[in-house]
């Protein structure tokens, strides 16, 4: 299979592990009323290079080392921590894919980010790319010690079935705008595929290019269906979704494109790298979309290393 197919556990993973699943939940944190001259040992002790600014358990701001060591050469010690805090603070939601955190460290070179919770925007815990290594060679040691245990007779079960033609169908319904659900639908198959004895190779590219089908849905439409069809020689997705259509597929497909409105980017979506990705991960890709109606798209995985191809039409 061609070098560009070659989807790593890591990059599995990614996709799969939420935010919350590997944060420091045990957050130290100064109040807004707090003195600025407060800081010294707390920077000092804890060994940290800034601070979340914390009022009745909502994050207001954060004051970092930087802050300090200017209001320490301008004689501002005795100024509230209010007064020369950040307030404009990039955080990432406990809910969201661990992917989207990757993407804000390479894009904005922070080293930690504060993390809310999407609902009540209550401070939950803090990120660093330590926490994110540490979190999946975790997971990495654990999926390995279930994959064993899980491997049981579906891995031989096309082998068992007699019958000229045999494929298994799975549908799953993504509703739209529902970002606490959103990763669910990529997340099961991914399981089930695994439980099949699908290759772990062939069982990542799917589970990446399901989840951006079906980030797509949520973020883009009213609601769609994905359905699975899982034969002895490929895999095929179909995503089909009620929403507003794409304009222009050719545009669209380009990196980092997006028509997502600033409050889906400010929860952490619409990178405009979701079709990208599928077309990355497939080895055939059909896209069709009608403006006010909905877009069909089709992406096929094959078991035997056949070349790939793919289309995409707009009406």
């Given at each position: 299979?061609a070098g560009e197919?070659?989807?790593?556990?890591?990059?599995?993973?990614?996709?799969?592990?939420?935010?919350?699943?590997?944060?420091?939940?045990?957050?130290?944190?100064?109040?807004?009323?707090?003195?600025?001259?407060?800081?010294?040992?707390?920077?000092?002790?804890?060994?940290?290079?800034?601070?979340?600014?914390?009022?009745?358990?909502?994050?207001?701001?954060?004051?970092?080392?930087?802050?300090?060591?200017?209001?320490?050469?301008?004689?501002?010690?005795?100024?509230?921590?209010?007064?020369?805090?950040?307030?404009?603070?990039?955080?990432?939601?406990?809910?969201?894919?661990?992917?989207?955190?990757?993407?804000?460290?390479?894009?904005?070179?922070?080293?930690?980010?504060?993390?809310?919770?999407?609902?009540?925007?209550?401070?939950?815990?803090?990120?660093?790319?330590?926490?994110?290594?540490?979190?999946?060679?975790?997971?990495?040691?654990?999926?390995?010690?279930?994959?064993?245990?899980?491997?049981?007779?579906?891995?031989?079960?096309?082998?068992?079935?007699?019958?000229?033609?045999?494929?298994?169908?799975?549908?799953?319904?993504?509703?739209?705008?529902?970002?606490?659900?959103?990763?669910?639908?990529?997340s099961g198959l991914?399981?089930?595929?695994?439980?099949?004895?699908?290759?772990?190779?062939?069982?990542?590219?799917?589970?990446?290019?399901?989840?951006?089908?079906?980030?797509?849905?949520?973020?883009?439409?009213?609601?769609?269906?994905?359905?699975?069809?899982?034969?002895?020689?490929?895999?095929?997705?179909?995503?089909?979704?009620?929403?507003?259509?794409?304009?222009?597929?050719?545009?669209?497909?380009?990196?980092?494109?997006?028509?997502?409105?600033?409050?889906?980017?400010?929860?952490?979506?619409?990178?405009?790298?979701?079709?990208?990705?599928?077309?990355?991960?497939?080895?055939?890709?059909?896209?069709?979309?009608?403006?006010?109606?909905?877009?069909?798209?089709?992406?096929?995985?094959?078991?035997?290393?056949?070349?790939?191809?793919?289309?995409?039409?707009?009406?």
């Amino acid at each position: 299979m061609a070098g560009e197919k070659d989807i790593t556990k890591v990059q599995e993973l990614v996709y799969e592990i939420k935010v919350e699943q590997v944060m420091c939940r045990d957050v130290i944190v100064v109040s807004p009323h707090n003195l600025m001259s407060e800081l010294r040992e707390l920077l000092r002790d804890k060994r940290i290079s800034g601070v979340p600014v914390v009022e009745d358990g909502r994050l207001v701001g954060l004051v970092s080392i930087e802050d300090f060591i200017t209001c320490l050469s301008e004689g501002k010690m005795k100024r509230r921590v209010e007064e020369c805090m950040s307030r404009n603070v990039k955080c990432l939601y406990g809910n969201e894919a661990l992917v989207s955190a990757v993407e804000q460290f390479d894009r904005l070179g922070y080293g930690r980010f504060p993390v809310v919770d999407r609902e009540s925007g209550r401070l939950v815990g803090v990120v660093t790319k330590g926490d994110i290594v540490r979190g999946l060679l975790k997971r990495m040691e654990v999926d390995y010690h279930a994959e064993e245990i899980h491997r049981y007779r579906a891995s031989h079960i096309f082998e068992d079935i007699i019958a000229d033609k045999t494929t298994l169908i799975f549908q799953y319904r993504v509703v739209g705008k529902d970002f606490e659900r959103a990763g669910e639908t990529s997340s099961g198959l991914r399981k089930t595929l695994r439980r099949m004895g699908i290759p772990p190779t062939i069982v990542r590219r799917v589970a990446i290019a399901t989840y951006e089908a079906e980030m797509n849905i949520v973020v883009f439409t009213e609601g769609g269906e994905i359905t699975a069809r899982v034969t002895p020689v490929e895999i095929r997705v179909e995503a089909v979704d009620r929403g507003p259509g794409i304009p222009d597929i050719e545009k669209a497909m380009q990196p980092g494109y997006s028509t997502a409105p600033d409050w889906v980017r400010d929860l952490g979506f619409g990178a405009g790298m979701g079709l990208n990705n599928i077309q990355k991960c497939a080895d055939t890709m059909h896209l069709e979309s009608t403006v006010g109606e909905g877009t069909r798209l089709e992406i096929g995985l094959h078991l035997n290393g056949r070349e790939k191809h793919g289309t995409a039409h707009h009406r």
